[in-house]
């Protein structure tokens, strides 16, 4: 079933992950959808499977697994229900890592343990509603009065944002007057009992019904001094950073709904039967699915290509966007291929594969756009022939 080689605990993981989501996940996931309802006891299931501390450290009461693992374990879950991915994917490729690569010990000791256990579900804070690809121009600031840190602002597109017990936002420290541009942006642990932290908007979406997305104002939301995470003016770049593992994530999520749309049609083309014979029969619908199990197969391939140069500790920004690019479209490329392929059964409800196609085309927006992942590519393929 698959190209890349894998040891026993990553089937293993695999293997776990996919029981979970096909026994669990399924069943309710259209319903979910269509009420736009967040399960909490879903939480719950996934928390006990440790999912949530799939990369914190044991030592910080996670399971330590590698990135390989850990993205085979999430394409499984968005093959079931591709809301439960990103909240899988923002919570332990985000906030927990930033936590953990540039947090103090004390951060540490007190925010991953309750984190890995799925007790507090982490979010991300950096887009505002002005700055989305052009994450740099963000303008929430953050002034110091004695022991604490007095945020105001809007931040924008916070996925889970209100279910999450940890925020890891981005506000700018420089002074207005005298701005330090990517420089001047810090990071900040948020909890949402702070005073000023008010949840305002749950936005209504095309997909991904079942996973919330919020709005948070910042009005003199005070925060105390401990909550700074790393240096002063470094936290575009941890930000930046951290997203280079988080577009890994996202990748896997999309070669997930990719991968169901792809199951669905191939169960499809043996049942459906016209001109007196099933559709898979046809070379038209056999050529579509040979393409469509190409295109997964050749994203999964880039994805674990990259995953594995993270674990040998090289930088993979490169890679990771390119995974991101690639398997993103080939999620909305695969998705609507396969509403061509139950035709008006397709556009309806009755069948998962629409639902399919509406969740896979914000994979191509959040995390950065395709546009802004081929800047990044662009960018570091000149870097790298020049030097
Ligand atoms: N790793 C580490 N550092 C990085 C980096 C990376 N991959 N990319 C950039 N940096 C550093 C740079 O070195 C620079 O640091 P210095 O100031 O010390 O030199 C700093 O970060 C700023 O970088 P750039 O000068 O390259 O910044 P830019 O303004 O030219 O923008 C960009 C670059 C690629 C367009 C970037 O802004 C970007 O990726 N934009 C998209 C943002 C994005 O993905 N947003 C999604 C938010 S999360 C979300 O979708 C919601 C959710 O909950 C899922």
């Known amino acids: 079933m698959s190209l890349i080689l894998l040891n026993e605990t990553q089937q293993e993981i695999r293997r776990l992950a996919r029981d979970y989501a096909q026994r669990e996940l399924v069943p309710m996931a259209a319903e979910r959808d269509r009420e736009a309802r967040f399960d909490r006891s879903m939480v719950q ?25 850990y993205l085979l374990a999430l394409e499984e879950i968005a093959v079931g229900d591709s809301s ?4 899988l994917s923002v919570h332990n490729s985000l906030p927990t890592q930033m936590i953990l690569n540039f947090g103090n010990e004390e951060q540490r000791t007190r925010f991953l343990p309750p984190m890995a256990r799925g007790e507090l579900l982490g979010a991300f804070c950096l887009s505002e509603p002005e700055a989305g690809s052009d994450a740099g121009s963000l303008a929430t600031q953050a002034v110091r009065e004695g022991d604490e840190w007095v945020l105001n602002g809007t931040k924008a597109w916070v996925s889970h944002g209100n ?39 749950k936005e209504n979406k095309l997909g991904l019904r079942a996973s919330p997305t919020l709005q948070i104002v910042l009005d003199n939301c005070r925060v105390p001094a401990d909550r700074l995470v790393g240096e002063e003016g470094r936290g575009l770049t941890y930000a930046l950073g951290s997203l280079d593992h988080g577009r890994l994530g996202i990748a896997s999520q999309a070669i997930g709904i990719a991968r169901a749309a792809l199951e669905a049609s191939a169960r499809y083309a043996g049942e459906r039967k016209q001109f007196g014979k099933s559709i898979g029969e046809f070379q038209a619908i ?25 674990e040998r500790g090289e930088k993979v920004t490169r890679y990771s966007s390119m995974a991101k690019l690639f398997a993103t479209e080939t999620a909305m490329w695969v998705t609507t291929q396969a509403v061509q392929i139950f035709g008006g059964y397709g ?33 570091e393929t000149l870097a790298a022939a020049i030097a």
């Open 45 to 69: 299931q996934m928390a006990e499977l440790g999912f949530f501390g799939m990369l914190i450290p044991e030592q910080y009461d996670g399971l330590g697994l590698d990135a390989q693992s």
């Open 84 to 87: 439960a991915a990103v909240l």
């Open 163 to 201: 279910e999450a017990g940890v925020l890891l936002c981005m506000a700018r420290t420089d002074a207005p007057g005298a701005r330090k541009g990517s420089k001047g942006i810090s990071t900040f642990i948020l909890t949402p009992d702070l005073p000023g932290f008010h949840l305002t908007k």
């Open 286 to 310: 056999q050529f579509k699915l040979a393409d469509m199990a190409t295109r997964i197969t050749a994203a999964r391939t880039l994805l674990h290509t990259a995953a594995a140069a993270k």
């Open 347 to 379: 556009y309806v409800t009755d069948y998962p594969v629409e639902r399919y196609m509406r969740d896979a085309k914000v994979t191509e927006i959040y995390e950065g756009t395709s546009e802004i992942q081929r800047i990044v590519i662009a960018r």
